[in-house]
Protein backbone atom coordinates (compact mmCIF):
# COMPACT_ATOMS: atom_id res chain seq x y z
CA UNK A 1 0.00 0.00 0.00
CA UNK A 2 1.40 3.49 -0.49
CA UNK A 3 2.29 5.90 1.85
CA UNK A 4 -0.59 8.16 3.32
CA UNK A 5 1.23 11.66 2.31
CA UNK A 6 1.80 9.85 -1.42
CA UNK A 7 -1.75 8.77 -1.58
CA UNK A 8 -3.08 12.42 -0.36
CA UNK A 9 -0.85 13.83 -2.68
CA UNK A 10 -2.07 11.65 -5.72
CA UNK A 11 -5.55 12.34 -4.40
CA UNK A 12 -4.47 15.96 -4.66
CA UNK A 13 -3.15 15.73 -8.56
CA UNK A 14 -6.17 13.94 -9.53
CA UNK A 15 -8.78 16.43 -8.11
CA UNK A 16 -6.74 19.58 -9.85
CA UNK A 17 -6.44 17.19 -13.03
CA UNK A 18 -10.34 16.94 -12.62
CA UNK A 19 -10.95 20.81 -11.78
CA UNK A 20 -8.88 21.49 -14.83
CA UNK A 21 -11.05 19.26 -16.95
CA UNK A 22 -14.17 20.69 -15.38
CA UNK A 23 -12.94 24.70 -15.91
CA UNK A 24 -12.07 23.44 -20.12
CA UNK A 25 -15.01 22.03 -20.55
CA UNK A 26 -16.64 25.26 -19.23
CA UNK A 27 -14.44 27.63 -21.50
CA UNK A 28 -15.72 25.02 -24.30
CA UNK A 29 -19.40 25.28 -23.81
CA UNK A 30 -19.00 29.05 -23.41
CA UNK A 31 -17.62 29.22 -27.14
CA UNK A 32 -20.01 26.99 -28.24
CA UNK A 33 -22.58 28.97 -27.10
CA UNK A 34 -21.32 32.41 -27.91
CA UNK A 35 -20.53 30.98 -31.38
CA UNK A 36 -23.93 29.33 -32.11
CA UNK A 37 -25.55 33.02 -30.96
CA UNK A 38 -23.67 33.84 -33.90
CA UNK A 39 -24.37 32.00 -36.41
CA UNK A 40 -27.82 31.94 -36.03
CA UNK A 41 -27.57 35.22 -37.08
CA UNK A 42 -24.98 34.62 -39.92
CA UNK A 43 -26.14 30.96 -41.21
CA UNK A 44 -27.34 31.28 -44.73
CA UNK A 45 -30.17 29.41 -45.68
CA UNK A 46 -30.78 26.51 -47.71
CA UNK A 47 -33.47 24.13 -48.86
CA UNK A 48 -32.47 21.72 -46.77
CA UNK A 49 -34.69 20.89 -43.85
CA UNK A 50 -31.91 19.71 -41.25
CA UNK A 51 -29.65 22.47 -40.59
CA UNK A 52 -32.51 24.62 -40.04
CA UNK A 53 -31.99 27.12 -37.65
CA UNK A 54 -34.11 29.74 -35.42
CA UNK A 55 -33.36 33.07 -35.61
CA UNK A 56 -33.01 36.37 -33.36
CA UNK A 57 -35.99 38.33 -33.26
CA UNK A 58 -36.67 41.02 -35.31
CA UNK A 59 -33.92 39.37 -37.67
CA UNK A 60 -33.31 40.05 -41.65
CA UNK A 61 -30.55 38.52 -43.94
CA UNK A 62 -28.03 40.47 -44.34
CA UNK A 63 -25.69 39.88 -47.67
CA UNK A 64 -22.99 42.97 -47.83
CA UNK A 65 -19.64 43.34 -48.30
CA UNK A 66 -19.69 44.91 -45.12
CA UNK A 67 -21.25 42.09 -43.18
CA UNK A 68 -19.30 39.52 -44.91
CA UNK A 69 -15.62 41.20 -44.03
CA UNK A 70 -17.07 41.59 -40.10
CA UNK A 71 -18.00 37.74 -40.48
CA UNK A 72 -14.80 36.74 -41.16
CA UNK A 73 -13.42 39.06 -39.06
CA UNK A 74 -15.73 37.30 -35.69
CA UNK A 75 -15.04 33.75 -37.51
CA UNK A 76 -11.21 34.41 -36.99
CA UNK A 77 -11.66 35.71 -33.11
CA UNK A 78 -13.69 32.23 -32.36
CA UNK A 79 -11.20 30.54 -34.18
CA UNK A 80 -8.32 31.95 -31.96
CA UNK A 81 -10.48 31.20 -28.77
CA UNK A 82 -10.58 27.71 -29.97
CA UNK A 83 -6.56 27.48 -30.63
CA UNK A 84 -6.17 28.37 -27.37
CA UNK A 85 -7.78 25.59 -25.49
CA UNK A 86 -5.45 23.07 -24.22
CA UNK A 87 -6.69 19.93 -25.57
CA UNK A 88 -3.97 17.47 -23.77
CA UNK A 89 -5.00 14.77 -21.51
CA UNK A 90 -8.58 15.67 -21.34
CA UNK A 91 -11.06 12.82 -22.05
CA UNK A 92 -12.50 11.98 -25.61
CA UNK A 93 -15.93 12.88 -25.19
CA UNK A 94 -14.59 16.30 -24.25
CA UNK A 95 -11.89 15.71 -27.88
CA UNK A 96 -15.29 15.04 -30.04
CA UNK A 97 -17.00 18.34 -28.90
CA UNK A 98 -14.14 20.28 -29.37
CA UNK A 99 -14.17 18.91 -32.58
CA UNK A 100 -17.25 19.78 -33.21
CA UNK A 101 -16.36 22.86 -32.89
CA UNK A 102 -13.38 22.61 -35.48
CA UNK A 103 -15.56 21.67 -38.04
CA UNK A 104 -18.32 24.38 -37.25
CA UNK A 105 -16.05 26.85 -37.69
CA UNK A 106 -14.58 24.78 -40.76
CA UNK A 107 -18.48 25.12 -42.22
CA UNK A 108 -18.44 28.50 -41.98
CA UNK A 109 -14.71 29.41 -43.64
CA UNK A 110 -16.31 26.80 -46.01
CA UNK A 111 -19.25 29.25 -47.09
CA UNK A 112 -17.46 32.56 -46.98
CA UNK A 113 -14.22 31.75 -48.97
CA UNK A 114 -14.11 28.46 -50.57
CA UNK A 115 -17.60 27.61 -51.87
CA UNK A 116 -18.71 31.38 -52.23
CA UNK A 117 -22.37 30.75 -52.75
CA UNK A 118 -22.46 34.66 -51.99
CA UNK A 119 -20.21 35.59 -54.65
CA UNK A 120 -20.73 32.72 -57.52
CA UNK A 121 -24.07 31.40 -57.08
CA UNK A 122 -27.14 33.55 -58.19
CA UNK A 123 -29.64 31.54 -57.11
CA UNK A 124 -27.99 31.65 -53.70
CA UNK A 125 -30.15 34.96 -53.28
CA UNK A 126 -33.32 33.42 -54.52
CA UNK A 127 -32.67 30.85 -51.17
CA UNK A 128 -31.78 34.12 -48.62
CA UNK A 129 -34.77 36.55 -50.19
CA UNK A 130 -37.51 33.66 -50.82
CA UNK A 131 -36.00 31.36 -48.68
CA UNK A 132 -36.29 33.43 -45.19
CA UNK A 133 -39.68 34.19 -45.46
CA UNK A 134 -40.86 30.76 -46.60
CA UNK A 135 -39.46 29.18 -43.31
CA UNK A 136 -40.98 31.46 -41.56
CA UNK A 137 -44.50 30.01 -43.09
CA UNK A 138 -44.07 26.39 -42.26
CA UNK A 139 -44.93 26.27 -38.73
CA UNK A 140 -48.77 25.07 -39.05
CA UNK A 141 -51.13 28.47 -38.35
CA UNK A 142 -52.31 29.98 -36.51
CA UNK A 143 -50.27 32.94 -37.22
CA UNK A 144 -49.36 35.35 -34.20
CA UNK A 145 -49.22 38.87 -34.26
CA UNK A 146 -44.89 38.38 -33.41
CA UNK A 147 -44.80 35.85 -36.43
CA UNK A 148 -46.83 37.85 -38.89
CA UNK A 149 -44.79 40.98 -38.15
CA UNK A 150 -41.64 38.84 -38.51
CA UNK A 151 -43.04 37.58 -42.33
CA UNK A 152 -43.41 41.41 -43.30
CA UNK A 153 -40.06 42.45 -41.97
CA UNK A 154 -38.73 39.40 -44.36
CA UNK A 155 -40.94 40.40 -47.17
CA UNK A 156 -39.57 43.74 -46.87
CA UNK A 157 -36.08 43.28 -47.37
CA UNK A 158 -36.06 41.39 -49.70
CA UNK A 159 -35.07 44.45 -51.83
CA UNK A 160 -31.94 45.02 -49.67
CA UNK A 161 -31.10 41.45 -50.08
CA UNK A 162 -31.28 41.70 -54.24
CA UNK A 163 -29.10 44.37 -54.39
CA UNK A 164 -26.87 43.00 -52.18
CA UNK A 165 -26.57 39.73 -54.71
CA UNK A 166 -25.83 43.09 -57.67
CA UNK A 167 -22.90 44.25 -55.84
CA UNK A 168 -21.39 40.57 -54.80
CA UNK A 169 -21.92 38.54 -58.01
CA UNK A 170 -18.94 39.58 -59.67
CA UNK A 171 -17.10 36.44 -60.75
CA UNK A 172 -20.79 34.77 -60.87
CA UNK A 173 -21.22 31.10 -63.00
CA UNK A 174 -23.20 31.14 -66.06
CA UNK A 175 -25.43 27.56 -65.30
CA UNK A 176 -26.15 29.01 -61.69
CA UNK A 177 -27.18 32.28 -63.47
CA UNK A 178 -29.66 30.03 -65.31
CA UNK A 179 -31.03 28.32 -62.77
CA UNK A 180 -31.99 31.32 -60.92
CA UNK A 181 -33.45 32.90 -64.00
CA UNK A 182 -35.53 29.96 -63.98
CA UNK A 183 -36.88 29.69 -60.00
CA UNK A 184 -37.88 33.43 -60.73
CA UNK A 185 -39.39 32.75 -64.32
CA UNK A 186 -43.09 33.27 -63.14
CA UNK A 187 -42.31 35.21 -59.74
CA UNK A 188 -44.93 37.73 -59.81
CA UNK A 189 -48.03 35.20 -60.16
CA UNK A 190 -46.81 32.55 -57.46
CA UNK A 191 -45.96 35.38 -55.20
CA UNK A 192 -48.72 37.39 -55.66
CA UNK A 193 -51.15 34.28 -55.35
CA UNK A 194 -49.04 32.62 -52.34
CA UNK A 195 -49.42 36.51 -49.96
CA UNK A 196 -53.26 35.98 -51.60
CA UNK A 197 -53.75 33.10 -49.61
CA UNK A 198 -51.71 34.16 -46.70
CA UNK A 199 -53.26 37.68 -46.03
CA UNK A 200 -55.92 35.90 -44.62
CA UNK A 201 -53.95 34.42 -41.61
CA UNK A 202 -52.06 37.57 -40.71
CA UNK A 203 -52.46 39.69 -38.16
CA UNK A 204 -54.56 42.74 -39.10
CA UNK A 205 -51.58 45.36 -38.79
CA UNK A 206 -49.10 43.21 -41.14
CA UNK A 207 -52.31 42.59 -43.69
CA UNK A 208 -52.92 46.18 -44.51
CA UNK A 209 -49.26 46.66 -45.86
CA UNK A 210 -48.92 42.92 -47.42
CA UNK A 211 -49.59 43.98 -50.55
CA UNK A 212 -47.40 47.18 -50.86
CA UNK A 213 -44.34 44.73 -49.37
CA UNK A 214 -44.97 42.21 -51.86
CA UNK A 215 -45.35 44.69 -55.03
CA UNK A 216 -41.77 45.96 -54.00
CA UNK A 217 -40.26 42.64 -53.23
CA UNK A 218 -42.26 41.05 -56.79
CA UNK A 219 -40.54 43.94 -58.46
CA UNK A 220 -36.88 43.72 -57.21
CA UNK A 221 -36.92 39.59 -57.78
CA UNK A 222 -38.26 40.30 -61.75
CA UNK A 223 -35.12 43.26 -61.88
CA UNK A 224 -32.80 40.31 -60.78
CA UNK A 225 -34.30 37.99 -63.10
CA UNK A 226 -33.58 40.90 -65.81
CA UNK A 227 -29.91 41.29 -64.85
CA UNK A 228 -29.02 38.14 -64.67
CA UNK A 229 -30.37 37.78 -68.57
CA UNK A 230 -28.46 40.60 -69.83
CA UNK A 231 -25.34 39.07 -68.54
CA UNK A 232 -25.77 35.43 -68.42
CA UNK A 233 -24.39 35.30 -71.81
CA UNK A 234 -21.07 36.47 -70.60
CA UNK A 235 -20.13 34.23 -67.29
CA UNK A 236 -18.36 31.64 -67.08
CA UNK A 237 -19.25 28.51 -67.61
CA UNK A 238 -17.09 26.91 -64.37
CA UNK A 239 -19.54 25.29 -61.56
CA UNK A 240 -17.21 22.96 -60.10
CA UNK A 241 -15.24 24.02 -56.74
CA UNK A 242 -12.55 21.73 -57.80
CA UNK A 243 -10.66 18.71 -56.09
CA UNK A 244 -8.26 20.88 -53.57
CA UNK A 245 -11.77 22.57 -51.99
CA UNK A 246 -13.52 19.48 -52.31
CA UNK A 247 -11.10 17.60 -50.05
CA UNK A 248 -11.35 20.29 -47.78
CA UNK A 249 -14.90 20.41 -46.98
CA UNK A 250 -14.47 16.29 -46.52
CA UNK A 251 -11.92 16.63 -43.66
CA UNK A 252 -12.46 19.76 -42.00
CA UNK A 253 -16.43 19.96 -42.44
CA UNK A 254 -17.90 16.74 -42.77
CA UNK A 255 -15.00 14.70 -41.11
CA UNK A 256 -14.68 11.89 -43.47
CA UNK A 257 -11.65 10.19 -43.59
CA UNK A 258 -12.31 9.31 -47.56
CA UNK A 259 -11.06 10.36 -50.92
CA UNK A 260 -13.14 11.55 -53.59
CA UNK A 261 -11.93 8.29 -55.52
CA UNK A 262 -12.87 6.15 -52.86
CA UNK A 263 -16.05 7.67 -52.35
CA UNK A 264 -17.26 7.16 -55.65
CA UNK A 265 -15.98 3.43 -56.05
CA UNK A 266 -18.33 2.97 -52.99
CA UNK A 267 -21.39 4.53 -54.46
CA UNK A 268 -20.75 2.27 -57.49
CA UNK A 269 -20.40 -0.82 -55.25
CA UNK A 270 -23.91 0.22 -53.48
CA UNK A 271 -25.36 1.24 -56.81
CA UNK A 272 -24.68 -2.18 -57.54
CA UNK A 273 -26.01 -3.96 -54.53
CA UNK A 274 -29.52 -1.92 -54.51
CA UNK A 275 -30.53 -2.74 -58.21
CA UNK A 276 -29.11 -6.48 -57.25
CA UNK A 277 -31.86 -5.88 -53.98
CA UNK A 278 -34.02 -4.35 -56.48
CA UNK A 279 -34.11 -7.61 -58.89
CA UNK A 280 -34.24 -10.19 -56.26
CA UNK A 281 -37.23 -7.96 -55.23
CA UNK A 282 -39.12 -7.84 -58.40
CA UNK A 283 -38.60 -12.14 -59.36
CA UNK A 284 -40.18 -12.57 -56.08
CA UNK A 285 -43.17 -10.44 -56.33
CA UNK A 286 -43.83 -11.45 -59.93
CA UNK A 287 -47.59 -11.56 -60.38
CA UNK A 288 -48.33 -8.97 -57.46
CA UNK A 289 -50.00 -6.19 -58.80
CA UNK A 290 -48.63 -3.10 -58.59
CA UNK A 291 -49.44 -0.45 -55.93
CA UNK A 292 -52.63 1.32 -56.16
CA UNK A 293 -52.33 5.52 -55.70
CA UNK A 294 -54.42 6.55 -52.55
CA UNK A 295 -57.97 7.79 -54.03
CA UNK A 296 -57.36 11.72 -52.05
CA UNK A 297 -54.96 13.21 -49.71
CA UNK A 298 -57.14 12.60 -46.69
CA UNK A 299 -57.25 8.68 -47.84
CA UNK A 300 -53.39 8.94 -47.92
CA UNK A 301 -52.75 11.31 -44.34
CA UNK A 302 -55.10 9.31 -42.61
CA UNK A 303 -52.87 5.42 -43.47
CA UNK A 304 -49.80 7.92 -42.95
CA UNK A 305 -51.27 8.42 -39.24
CA UNK A 306 -51.54 4.86 -38.71
CA UNK A 307 -47.98 3.71 -40.16
CA UNK A 308 -46.65 6.50 -37.64
CA UNK A 309 -48.10 4.51 -34.67
CA UNK A 310 -46.86 1.55 -36.10
CA UNK A 311 -43.38 1.72 -36.82
CA UNK A 312 -43.14 3.31 -32.91
CA UNK A 313 -44.34 -0.26 -32.10
CA UNK A 314 -42.31 -2.22 -34.63
CA UNK A 315 -38.97 -0.24 -33.05
CA UNK A 316 -40.02 -1.53 -29.43
CA UNK A 317 -41.49 -4.96 -30.07
CA UNK A 318 -37.80 -5.97 -32.26
CA UNK A 319 -35.79 -4.34 -29.49
CA UNK A 320 -34.22 -2.27 -32.09
CA UNK A 321 -34.58 1.60 -30.73
CA UNK A 322 -36.24 3.59 -27.96
CA UNK A 323 -39.06 5.35 -28.08
CA UNK A 324 -39.49 8.02 -25.38
CA UNK A 325 -43.19 8.13 -24.07
CA UNK A 326 -43.64 11.85 -24.35
CA UNK A 327 -42.01 11.90 -28.23
CA UNK A 328 -44.28 13.56 -30.35
CA UNK A 329 -45.47 12.93 -33.36
CA UNK A 330 -44.91 13.19 -37.60
CA UNK A 331 -47.88 13.80 -39.73
CA UNK A 332 -48.72 14.71 -42.52
CA UNK A 333 -51.28 17.51 -43.99
CA UNK A 334 -52.42 19.30 -46.60
CA UNK A 335 -50.48 21.61 -48.66
CA UNK A 336 -52.28 25.15 -47.85
CA UNK A 337 -52.46 27.11 -50.64
CA UNK A 338 -50.11 29.46 -49.43
CA UNK A 339 -47.16 27.25 -49.69
CA UNK A 340 -48.45 25.47 -52.70
CA UNK A 341 -45.84 27.99 -54.99
CA UNK A 342 -43.03 27.65 -52.69
CA UNK A 343 -42.09 24.17 -53.71
CA UNK A 344 -39.06 24.84 -54.94
CA UNK A 345 -37.68 27.03 -52.26
CA UNK A 346 -37.53 24.54 -50.01
CA UNK A 347 -38.70 21.18 -48.07
CA UNK A 348 -42.25 21.13 -46.89
CA UNK A 349 -41.94 20.29 -43.61
CA UNK A 350 -41.95 21.43 -40.23
CA UNK A 351 -39.02 19.51 -38.23
CA UNK A 352 -40.02 21.72 -35.13
CA UNK A 353 -37.39 23.67 -32.97
CA UNK A 354 -35.42 23.71 -29.80
CA UNK A 355 -37.84 25.86 -28.86
CA UNK A 356 -41.15 24.29 -29.20
CA UNK A 357 -40.16 20.64 -28.16
CA UNK A 358 -44.21 19.90 -27.70
CA UNK A 359 -44.71 20.16 -31.01
CA UNK A 360 -45.47 17.29 -33.63
CA UNK A 361 -43.45 17.66 -37.00
CA UNK A 362 -45.61 17.88 -39.85
CA UNK A 363 -45.30 17.04 -43.86
CA UNK A 364 -47.06 19.09 -45.98
CA UNK A 365 -48.63 16.80 -49.03
CA UNK A 366 -49.68 17.01 -52.50
CA UNK A 367 -53.17 15.48 -54.12
CA UNK A 368 -52.16 11.92 -55.17
CA UNK A 369 -51.67 11.94 -58.92
CA UNK A 370 -49.70 10.76 -61.88
CA UNK A 371 -48.50 14.18 -61.83
CA UNK A 372 -46.31 14.02 -58.88
CA UNK A 373 -42.62 13.59 -58.96
CA UNK A 374 -40.58 10.35 -57.90
CA UNK A 375 -40.69 10.63 -53.89
CA UNK A 376 -44.32 12.10 -54.12
CA UNK A 377 -45.48 8.79 -56.35
CA UNK A 378 -43.77 6.49 -54.02
CA UNK A 379 -45.45 8.47 -50.48
CA UNK A 380 -49.08 8.64 -52.73
CA UNK A 381 -48.88 4.75 -52.95
CA UNK A 382 -47.30 3.96 -49.54
CA UNK A 383 -46.31 7.00 -47.07
CA UNK A 384 -43.97 4.22 -45.05
CA UNK A 385 -40.64 4.55 -46.93
CA UNK A 386 -40.75 8.30 -47.17
CA UNK A 387 -41.73 8.56 -43.14
CA UNK A 388 -39.74 6.02 -41.71
CA UNK A 389 -36.60 8.61 -43.33
CA UNK A 390 -38.06 11.89 -42.34
CA UNK A 391 -40.23 11.40 -39.68
CA UNK A 392 -39.48 8.36 -37.32
CA UNK A 393 -36.95 6.75 -36.77
CA UNK A 394 -35.65 9.44 -39.33
CA UNK A 395 -34.92 13.43 -39.07
CA UNK A 396 -37.75 14.61 -36.94
CA UNK A 397 -37.32 11.62 -34.19
CA UNK A 398 -33.84 11.65 -34.39
CA UNK A 399 -33.23 15.48 -33.95
CA UNK A 400 -35.97 15.42 -31.21
CA UNK A 401 -33.80 13.43 -29.45
CA UNK A 402 -30.19 15.10 -30.48
CA UNK A 403 -32.21 18.31 -28.88
CA UNK A 404 -32.54 16.76 -25.28
CA UNK A 405 -29.15 15.98 -25.08
CA UNK A 406 -27.83 16.54 -21.78
CA UNK A 407 -24.11 17.91 -23.82
CA UNK A 408 -25.46 21.56 -25.14
CA UNK A 409 -22.78 21.61 -27.74
CA UNK A 410 -24.27 18.30 -29.57
CA UNK A 411 -27.86 19.89 -29.28
CA UNK A 412 -26.45 22.54 -31.58
CA UNK A 413 -23.83 20.95 -33.90
CA UNK A 414 -25.30 20.02 -37.70
CA UNK A 415 -23.72 17.35 -39.95
CA UNK A 416 -25.77 16.48 -42.67
CA UNK A 417 -23.53 12.79 -43.20
CA UNK A 418 -24.78 12.18 -39.59
CA UNK A 419 -28.14 13.43 -40.11
CA UNK A 420 -29.19 11.91 -43.53
CA UNK A 421 -26.89 8.69 -42.87
CA UNK A 422 -28.80 8.09 -39.55
CA UNK A 423 -32.53 8.32 -41.25
CA UNK A 424 -31.42 6.29 -45.03
CA UNK A 425 -29.73 3.71 -42.53
CA UNK A 426 -32.99 3.23 -40.84
CA UNK A 427 -34.77 2.38 -44.07
CA UNK A 428 -32.52 -0.47 -45.09
CA UNK A 429 -32.78 -1.27 -41.20
CA UNK A 430 -36.24 -1.28 -41.20
CA UNK A 431 -36.40 -3.13 -44.33
CA UNK A 432 -33.69 -6.15 -42.73
CA UNK A 433 -35.79 -6.43 -39.53
CA UNK A 434 -38.93 -6.80 -41.54
CA UNK A 435 -41.77 -3.77 -41.17
CA UNK A 436 -42.14 -3.88 -45.01
CA UNK A 437 -42.55 -7.20 -45.36
CA UNK A 438 -46.64 -7.10 -45.60
CA UNK A 439 -46.08 -4.61 -48.83
CA UNK A 440 -44.00 -6.71 -51.58
CA UNK A 441 -43.79 -3.82 -53.89
CA UNK A 442 -43.38 -1.52 -51.03
CA UNK A 443 -39.76 -3.22 -50.79
CA UNK A 444 -38.96 -2.34 -54.15
CA UNK A 445 -39.50 1.29 -53.27
CA UNK A 446 -36.96 0.77 -50.93
CA UNK A 447 -34.69 -0.66 -53.28
CA UNK A 448 -34.89 2.31 -55.36
CA UNK A 449 -34.67 4.91 -52.79
CA UNK A 450 -31.31 2.61 -51.91
CA UNK A 451 -30.23 3.16 -55.99
CA UNK A 452 -30.85 6.46 -55.97
CA UNK A 453 -28.67 7.67 -52.76
CA UNK A 454 -25.95 5.56 -54.31
CA UNK A 455 -26.03 7.51 -57.73
CA UNK A 456 -25.48 11.05 -55.99
CA UNK A 457 -22.61 9.83 -54.66
CA UNK A 458 -20.61 9.60 -57.92
CA UNK A 459 -22.75 12.77 -59.36
CA UNK A 460 -21.89 15.20 -56.20
CA UNK A 461 -18.34 13.92 -56.70
CA UNK A 462 -18.08 14.38 -60.06
CA UNK A 463 -19.50 17.78 -60.45
CA UNK A 464 -17.61 19.15 -57.34
CA UNK A 465 -14.81 17.94 -59.25
CA UNK A 466 -15.75 19.23 -62.61
CA UNK A 467 -16.15 16.12 -64.59
CA UNK A 468 -19.80 16.43 -64.90
CA UNK A 469 -22.14 19.57 -65.78
CA UNK A 470 -25.69 20.06 -64.49
CA UNK A 471 -27.40 18.54 -67.97
CA UNK A 472 -25.22 15.32 -67.82
CA UNK A 473 -26.13 15.06 -64.17
CA UNK A 474 -29.32 15.49 -64.69
CA UNK A 475 -29.30 12.62 -67.68
CA UNK A 476 -27.08 10.15 -65.54
CA UNK A 477 -29.79 10.04 -62.67
CA UNK A 478 -32.49 9.89 -64.83
CA UNK A 479 -31.35 7.01 -66.72
CA UNK A 480 -29.76 4.96 -64.01
CA UNK A 481 -32.66 5.38 -61.36
CA UNK A 482 -34.34 5.78 -63.05
CA UNK A 483 -36.57 8.76 -62.45
CA UNK A 484 -38.44 11.84 -64.10
CA UNK A 485 -36.70 13.98 -66.24
CA UNK A 486 -38.28 17.25 -63.35
CA UNK A 487 -36.96 15.51 -60.11
CA UNK A 488 -33.15 14.91 -62.16
CA UNK A 489 -32.84 18.19 -62.92
CA UNK A 490 -33.83 19.47 -59.60
CA UNK A 491 -31.39 16.87 -57.89
CA UNK A 492 -28.70 17.86 -59.87
CA UNK A 493 -29.08 21.51 -59.47
CA UNK A 494 -29.27 20.96 -55.88
CA UNK A 495 -25.73 18.98 -56.04
CA UNK A 496 -24.27 21.55 -57.74
CA UNK A 497 -25.07 24.56 -55.72
CA UNK A 498 -24.46 22.40 -52.42
CA UNK A 499 -21.40 20.07 -53.11
CA UNK A 500 -20.92 17.70 -50.03
CA UNK A 501 -24.29 17.18 -49.28
CA UNK A 502 -25.59 14.34 -51.71
CA UNK A 503 -22.66 11.99 -50.38
CA UNK A 504 -24.24 12.02 -46.96
CA UNK A 505 -26.92 9.67 -47.45
CA UNK A 506 -24.88 7.08 -48.68
CA UNK A 507 -21.46 7.74 -47.03
CA UNK A 508 -23.05 8.03 -43.84
CA UNK A 509 -24.75 5.12 -43.79
CA UNK A 510 -21.64 3.06 -44.81
CA UNK A 511 -19.94 4.46 -42.40
CA UNK A 512 -22.83 3.47 -39.78
CA UNK A 513 -23.03 -0.23 -40.94
CA UNK A 514 -18.73 -0.17 -40.33
CA UNK A 515 -19.49 1.08 -37.13
CA UNK A 516 -22.40 -1.16 -35.93
CA UNK A 517 -19.68 -4.36 -37.31
CA UNK A 518 -16.97 -2.88 -35.15
CA UNK A 519 -19.28 -2.97 -32.01
CA UNK A 520 -20.45 -6.43 -32.76
CA UNK A 521 -16.33 -7.50 -32.87
CA UNK A 522 -15.45 -5.47 -30.06
CA UNK A 523 -18.10 -6.12 -27.94
CA UNK A 524 -18.73 -9.90 -28.18
CA UNK A 525 -21.18 -11.02 -26.07
CA UNK A 526 -22.36 -7.72 -24.31
CA UNK A 527 -23.14 -6.34 -27.30
CA UNK A 528 -26.75 -4.52 -27.40
CA UNK A 529 -27.93 -3.95 -30.97
CA UNK A 530 -30.90 -1.68 -29.15
CA UNK A 531 -28.37 0.14 -26.78
CA UNK A 532 -26.28 0.80 -30.16
CA UNK A 533 -28.98 2.13 -31.68
CA UNK A 534 -29.78 4.65 -28.59
CA UNK A 535 -26.67 5.50 -28.63
CA UNK A 536 -26.20 6.52 -32.32
CA UNK A 537 -30.04 8.21 -32.49
CA UNK A 538 -28.98 10.51 -29.13
CA UNK A 539 -25.88 11.57 -31.04
CA UNK A 540 -27.04 11.72 -34.37
CA UNK A 541 -26.36 14.73 -34.99
CA UNK A 542 -22.55 13.87 -34.50
CA UNK A 543 -20.38 12.44 -37.66
CA UNK A 544 -19.71 9.08 -37.50
CA UNK A 545 -15.82 8.85 -36.94
CA UNK A 546 -16.09 10.53 -33.83
CA UNK A 547 -19.11 8.68 -32.53
CA UNK A 548 -17.14 5.41 -32.83
CA UNK A 549 -14.07 7.13 -31.00
CA UNK A 550 -16.30 7.61 -28.11
CA UNK A 551 -18.08 4.51 -28.38
CA UNK A 552 -15.59 1.91 -29.31
CA UNK A 553 -12.21 3.76 -28.35
CA UNK A 554 -11.38 3.24 -32.28
CA UNK A 555 -9.13 6.05 -33.40
CA UNK A 556 -7.71 4.89 -36.72
CA UNK A 557 -10.76 7.14 -38.95
CA UNK A 558 -10.13 10.22 -36.67
CA UNK A 559 -6.35 9.73 -37.03
CA UNK A 560 -6.21 9.43 -40.39
CA UNK A 561 -8.06 12.75 -40.95
CA UNK A 562 -5.73 14.43 -39.05
CA UNK A 563 -2.73 13.28 -41.11
CA UNK A 564 -4.65 14.51 -44.04
CA UNK A 565 -6.24 17.85 -42.96
CA UNK A 566 -6.58 20.14 -46.05
CA UNK A 567 -5.68 23.91 -45.64
CA UNK A 568 -8.68 26.36 -47.31
CA UNK A 569 -8.02 27.41 -50.88
CA UNK A 570 -6.95 30.82 -51.03
CA UNK A 571 -9.94 33.49 -50.91
CA UNK A 572 -11.23 34.60 -54.26
CA UNK A 573 -9.27 31.26 -56.16
Known sequence: MLPLRLR???????????????????????????????????????????????????????????????????????????????????????????????????????????????????????????GAVFELLLEPPPFSKTRSAEIMRRVANISATIDSAKGNLVPAAGPFARLAISRLSDIRSRLSSAMRELKPHLDRSSAETLDAATERAIASLEDFRDWLGNREPTLRSQTAVGREAYLFFLRNVALLPFTPEEMVALGRLEWARAASIE????????????????????????????????????????????????MRHYRERPVPPFLVPWSDVGELDDLASASRPTDDGTRYIPPPGPELGFFGQSMARDPRPFLVHEGIPGHFFQLALSRTHPDPIRRRYYDSSANEGLAFYAEEMLLGAGYFDDSPRTREIVASFMRLRALRVEVDVRLALGD????????????????????????????????????????????????????RRVQGGKFSLREFHDFLWKNGNVPIALQRWEYLGLSDDVDAMDRSRALPPSPGR
Not at 14 to 29: E, I
Not at 290 to 309: K, S, V, Y
Request: charged share 25%.
Open 279 to 326: SWQEARNAGVPPLPMFPDQAAEIAQAARDEESVRRFLEEKNLLSVPAG
Open 468 to 519: LSIDQAADYLAKMVPMDPATAREEAERFASTPGQAISYQIGKSQILRFLADA
Open 8 to 130: SLLAASCLLAVAAAVASADDLQDLSRDFWAWRSANQPFSGDDVPRIERPPAWVPVWTKAAITRRRGELAAFEERLARLDSSGLPVPWQVDRRLLRSAFARVRWELDVERGWERNPAFYVDQSL
